[in-house]
């Protein structure tokens, strides 16, 4: 049980006399908007923040938590959104590192093995003790991830946005894994911005807003919509709605049989080919991992160009420098947000000027012109419900909500020919979901093309005007206005062709 905590950062509070009660053998979801004060929680329970007032008690007893290592020591696991684990080492290696290097005893492989084994088999985890980390996907390193707090002994399980990077498979197998979890007697704490998640896996849900609490449930008197409004405090628009595409415009992208070697465990560009045109939106559905990443690298200078043609409004922009594609006019919100998307010692200031220091916003004759970036920053920052706790703070300080908001903000506003999206809005709150997505309409409206690649399929089939399905390295089909739907999406996902093309084929 969490009793009147608070946690001030500067002169705000990021959490303002939260309580929070966790019963055994329950799933408890933890909701609020970007920057309302989750992850901030659950860093006080873990040990990585120091609460600035309030009391944790577990099992009847109040306690300090002062370290991650005196959380485990006491049950609690956690498992971070970006994983700790070590890619050279082995699933064991990893599993057990930290737990027994006192130093005095040699670890006994086999015996440590057989445990990893028996717990993977009692909450249906999928491990295989041998298996180097390099090696496993971003799902199976998660539930290592989970493995190894629950090889520490780990009661309550704390997960904040373990779903954003799964597959469908990979999102149902750990949803198996923590209702056995659960059913055992043991908690866990469930952190998503996915509503239909939180319907489908928790029991109880409580709602932050702005710090504070706004409501605890059982989750089953709620719907989405509820939620919703609990979260943001007013009715949220699931859908949205756009016109459809002229289809007269000119091209402004054409990509020509792409090949792009990849690394060494990720598949490459085989040769796809495709054209975007002004006012259109063309999303690229597929499992993450399939030549996605590849694809938005190699067309803004961030990845080397075997073979083939990018052409943009006719100029060749293949193999040019990053630097040289923004300036041709091409915005890229970037899959890592962290490392690509922003520099995490800069603050919002920076990071909104950031690649974009020669725009008349911000520099005049040639140098940075302060107060026009003040300007700037303060108007995106209230268009896009940035929040923060310190102006001037590093982008680190920011929620991972509002760290996106920096890059779309930057990006979106740029007003470029080309706009390269991969999944704009991962790690939002629903409200700035509905707020982005307009954003991108309205960038359409104006004549930019954009690329929007995403493995939300509610996002392509909301925002594109043509789809292709990118599968392995190539497109696996093109699907247009008429026949974009979920199920055709699903079916080339999954290696089919549609009953339609089938028909053609057999026409011609
Ligand atoms: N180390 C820090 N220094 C200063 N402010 C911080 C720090 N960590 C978090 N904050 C601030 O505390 C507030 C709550 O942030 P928190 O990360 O808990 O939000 P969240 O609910 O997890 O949001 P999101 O859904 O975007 O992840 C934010 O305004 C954030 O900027
Ligand atoms: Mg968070």
């Known amino acids: 049980m969490i009793r009147n905590i608070t946690k001030q950062f500067g002169d705000s509070k990021a959490n303002d006399n939260v309580h929070l009660t966790v019963r055994s053998g329950e799933v408890h979801a933890l909701l609020g908007e970007n920057g309302a004060g989750k992850s901030t929680l659950m860093n006080i329970l873990y040990g990585l923040y120091k609460p600035t007032g309030g009391q944790i008690v577990y099992r009847g007893e109040e306690v300090v938590i002062d370290s991650p290592m005196k959380a485990l020591s006491l049950g609690i696991g956690m498992v971070h959104q970006h994983f700790m684990l070590i890619p050279a080492f082995k699933t064991w290696e990893n599993i057990i590192l930290g737990t027994e290097g006192d130093g005095k005893l040699k670890v006994d492989v086999r015996i440590v093995r057989e445990r990893i084994l028996t717990i993977a088999r009692q909450y249906s985890l999928q491990i295989d003790p041998d ?182 409004g006719g100029q060749n922009i293949k193999n040019i420098s990053p630097r040289r594609v923004i300036d041709t006019g091409v915005a890229l919100i970037p899959e890592d947000r962290k490392s690509v998307g922003t520099v995490k010692n800069y603050t919002i200031d920076q990071n909104i000027i950031l690649r974009r220091e020669k725009a008349p916003s911000a520099s005049r004759h040639g140098m940075l012109a302060y107060k026009r970036i003040t300007r700037r920053t303060d108007e995106m920052i209230k268009e896009y419900d940035i929040r923060y706790t310190g102006r001037y703070l590093p982008v680190s300080a920011l929620s991972g909500g509002n760290l996106q908001k920096v890059i779309l903000a930057r990006e979106i506003s740029a007003n470029c020919r080309l706009l390269i999206a991969m999944h704009p809005t991962r790690g939002l709150d629903v409200g700035a979901i509905e707020f982005v997505h307009a954003k991108l309409l309205q960038a359409r409206e104006k004549g930019t093309a954009l690329l929007l690649i995403s493995s939300e399929l509610e996002e392509i089939l909301a925002l594109a005007d043509r789809v292709f399905v990118m599968c392995d390295g190539r497109f696996a089909g093109e699907l247009t206005q008429r026949n974009i739907t979920m199920e055709n999406i699903g079916m080339l996902m999954g290696g089919e062709t549609l009953a339609a093309q089938k028909e053609g084929e057999a026409d011609a």
Do not use: C, W
Not at 148 to 158: H, M, N, P, T, W
Not at 188 to 215: Q, W, Y
Not at 252 to 258: A, G, I, K, T, W
């Open 131 to 312: 298996a180097r980390i390099s090696t496993l996907s971003v799902g199976l390193q998660q539930q290592v991830e989970i493995a190894k707090a629950l090889y520490r002994g780990a009661e309550l399980l704390i997960l904040d946005e373990p779903t954003g990077v799964l597959t469908p498979p990979e999102k149902a197998k750990l949803f198996e894994t923590l209702r056995s979890y659960a059913n055992s007697g043991h908690s866990v704490i469930f952190i998503s911005h996915k509503l239909d998640e939180v319907m489908e896996i928790s029991d109880r849900v409580t709602v932050l807003r702005g710090g504070k609490n706004v409501a605890t449930e059982n989750t089953a008197d709620m719907d989405k919509q509820k939620l919703a409004r609990l979260m943001v405090g007013r009715n949220v628009d699931f859908g949205v709605q756009k016109d459809s595409f002229a289809g007269e415009t000119s091209q402004v992208l054409s990509v020509h049989n792409l090949v792009v070697p990849g690394n060494r465990l990720v598949s490459s560009l085989k040769g796809v080919s495709f054209t975007i045109r002004a006012g259109e939106i063309v999303g690229i559905a597929g499992v993450d991992g399939n030549g996605q990443a590849e694809l938005a690298e190699a067309l803004t200078g961030l990845r080397h160009v075997e073979q083939g043609e990018v052409l943009l």
